[in-house]
């Protein structure tokens, strides 16, 4: 498990090692996305009460990464990026993790198991009693707005995504890094990952885009397509992501045959769309 007061040694830049995650890795991912995702301005407007109950927050983080691990319906991909830690003799150390659903891509198109699942807060709590799960039993989060948080982006992902592009796309869940480690690398390597996934199989990558990411994801190639606001009944507060795709060229023989043999892929886009969409639950 990381600690909370880890250092990345600051003479050269750490080397990246990107690889699948398992359950064995649930703590250093809980500990990464607990320092990191306080950062993205909607997790304080989902947990406005997590430093009252900091212990919810850490239980229900850990049941929902649990869950991407556990990968029942073969729709999830966690993939780690890994430092190596000088100070501990070399070895390597979880500092940033993406979670992929990669299910139309690798398992080559499977929506009727994607629309078993109904809708994304199912998707991301544990087995049994969503709605507990979801609105009730966490006292750290606002229950309409975790509500509208789910509606809105559910519908969002399925108007501006999946309608879209159908089973020729794959969506970032989640990235994040650990404070300590940012601007350093990690989230563009796990993404170049995704893009290189990507390119092999001509499929675009879609994200609901923090103002974070959303930096990240504009230096890549990633493109703008519409803002989506959260946004609950009498509430003064609401979110806004962008939706942001990226598309693969279209291949040729000789990209083609690079791509094949998995070199690196250029991570420029196709035809950038631009709309605007704000969409309220
Ligand atoms: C978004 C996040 C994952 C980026 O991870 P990271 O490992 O720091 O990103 P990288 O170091 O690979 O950044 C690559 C490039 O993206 C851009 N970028 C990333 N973070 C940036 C920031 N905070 N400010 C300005 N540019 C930024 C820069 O162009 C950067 O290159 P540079 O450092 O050479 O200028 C990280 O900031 C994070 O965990 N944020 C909190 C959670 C979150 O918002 N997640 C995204 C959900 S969509």
Request: hydrophobic share 40%.
């Amino acid at each position: 498990m990381m600690s909370a007061d880890v250092k990345c040694p600051s003479s050269l830049p750490p080397k990246w090692t990107i690889r699948s995650a398992s359950l064995v890795d649930l703590d250093s991912m809980v500990e990464i996305g607990l320092a990191a995702m306080p950062l993205d301005p909607q997790w304080h407007y989902r947990f406005p009460y997590r430093h009252e109950y900091p212990e919810e927050t850490r239980k229900f983080t850990r049941l929902r990464y649990k869950t991407f691990l556990e990968n029942e319906n073969s729709q999830w991909q966690v993939m780690l990026a890994e430092a190596l830690d000088v100070e501990r003799l070399n070895r390597s150390k979880p500092v940033a993790f993406a979670i992929w659903e990669t299910l139309n891509s690798v398992q080559g198109g499977n929506r009727e198991a994607q629309s078993e699942v109904p809708n994304q807060a199912a998707a991301l709590w544990p087995k049994g009693n969503v709605r507990e799960h979801a609105y009730g039993s966490r006292r750290d989060g606002d229950a309409k707005r975790i509500h509208a948080w789910s509606e809105t982006m559910s519908k969002s992902k399925k108007s501006l995504f999946d309608h879209r592009y159908g089973s020729k796309h794959f969506h970032l869940q989640i990235l994040a890094t650990h404070p300590s480690y940012q601007r350093r690398g990690a989230g563009a390597s796990l993404c170049s990952w995704g893009i290189k996934l990507a390119e092999r199989r001509a499929m675009t990558i879609t994200v609901f885009a923090s103002p974070m990411g959303e930096l990240l994801y504009e230096h890549l190639g990633f493109r703008s397509v519409a803002l989506v606001t959260v946004k609950a009944d009498d509430d003064d507060e609401s979110v806004t992501l962008a939706a942001m795709v990226y598309r693969p060229r279209r291949p040729t023989i000789p990209r083609l045959k690079r791509l094949l043999s998995f070199e690196a892929a250029d991570p420029r886009m196709l035809g950038p769309r631009h709309a605007t969409v704000v969409i309220q639950s």
